[in-house]
């Protein structure tokens, strides 16, 4: 299990206690997720984003400069991250692309059961779902 926040801080748990990780950055992250211990993503400001593949954290190029708050994927090369002016990038396993929302609200949350039913919600009431 892994935690993040301020200052590029990512906390581990091993089952037993959390202990600190370096990320490499000092943004503010802001949402994790993972498809396995060694495939882990943490979305953050400016556009970070980071993938833990088991042995330390690696910055990804995300193509935004957009505050991400949160991440979301339905497999390891199915990844989607939103933020703010209505953002949403997508990763297919090799890189990370701009996806059209149809908003300029900030979203600040995603989650989907399957690739094909994924919803993203923000500000205003801001409400995206079908399959980004």
């Not at 060694?38 to 910055?59: K, Y």
């Not at 703010?84 to 149809?102: L, P, R």
């Amino acid at each position: 299990m892994f935690a993040v926040g301020y200052n590029g801080t990512i906390l581990h748990y091993n089952g037993t206690s959390w202990s600190p990780m370096t990320s490499g950055t000092s943004q503010w992250l802001n949402g994790v997720w993972g498809s396995a211990a060694n495939n882990v993503f943490a979305v953050g400001d400016l556009g970070t984003v980071l993938r833990f593949t088991g042995t330390g954290w690696s910055p990804m190029t995300s193509g935004t400069s957009a505050w991400l708050g949160s991440v979301w994927g339905s497999a390891a090369n199915d990844v989607y991250a939103v933020g703010t002016g209505g953002s949403i990038i997508h990763f297919n396993g090799s890189t990370w692309s701009a996806m059209n929302s149809g908003t300029s609200l900030e979203l600040d949350a995603i989650w989907g059961s399957s690739a094909y039913d994924i919803w993203a919600v923000g500000a205003a009431g801001a409400i995206r779902h079908g399959t980004l």
